[in-house]
């Protein structure tokens, strides 16, 4: 089973930023939390991952909370091509480990 | 960036033959590959990791008879649907590992309809 908790689906207007959550309560200490997102019927793509601080790159931040419990995932400037599904996955290998991949959250940007 | 491309991207095949599905690392090479399904409306659920030059290593409840993995080389792993049937219609994902880098790389997918 999947080791994370995510809202089924949010919706965000475009032009702001979109905020998601994750519960991840049963995070090891080796485990770091990755974020993919998967748009209609192509395969997913990284965004971004942290083990204990606050991330950021070109497309998002991510806000890990100091317990490392849970986090949210931020796309400060949401557009309508960041409809997709996203999901949150803790792992300990990198890219070295198969993914387990929960049900995700639908973000929906409206126009 | 890396790339990773699947090969076919849609495939239709009658019910009792074998389909082949190629997954390439393009502008790197990758010791250890994966291969995911995903049903319509549903999450991806890994199937097996494919490892360069030995057996790969399936996941609980996938028939590794039914699902051949060969990965010959560092940059081509190859996922081989047997005697299929309409209940492995599905999308066949792949992703790649790129030593020092902390993210997996995925493929576009593999439509695959058993009619």
């Known amino acids: 089973d999947a080791k994370t908790t995510q809202p089924p689906s949010m919706d965000c207007a475009e032009g702001r930023a979109a905020n998601l959550p994750c519960n991840h309560s049963t995070i090891s200490g080796n485990e770091y939390v990755y974020w993919y997102r998967q748009i209609h019927s192509q395969g997913p793509q990284y965004i971004i991952h942290?083990?204990?601080n606050n991330e950021t790159n070109e497309m998002a931040s991510l806000i890990i909370t100091e317990d490392r419990k849970s986090s949210t995932l931020i796309l400060p400037h949401a557009t309508l091509r960041d409809t997709a599904v996203y999901y949150c996955i803790v792992s300990s290998g990198g890219g070295a480990d198969g993914l387990t991949f929960g049900k995700g959250t639908h973000l929906i940007i409206q126009p | 960036g890396a790339v990773v491309s699947q090969h076919p991207s849609r495939v239709i095949c009658k019910s009792g033959t074998s389909v082949k599905i190629e997954c390439r690392s393009l502008?790197?090479?990758?010791?250890?590959m994966f291969w995911y399904r995903q049903f319509p409306k549903q999450s991806l659920m890994l199937m097996a990791t494919s490892n360069e030059g030995s057996k790969a290593t399936y996941e609980q409840g996938v028939e590794k008879d039914k699902f051949l993995i060969n990965h010959a080389s560092l940059t081509l792993s190859t996922l081989t649907v047997t005697s299929a049937h309409p209940e492995d219609s599905s999308f066949y994902i792949c992703?790649?590992?790129?030593?020092?880098?902390?993210?997996?790389?995925f493929g576009p997918g593999t439509r695959l309809t058993v009619l």
């Open positions: 992703s790649a590992d790129r030593t020092g880098v902390d993210e997996q790389f």
């Open positions: 942290g083990l204990k």
């Open positions: 502008d790197f090479q990758a010791t250890t």
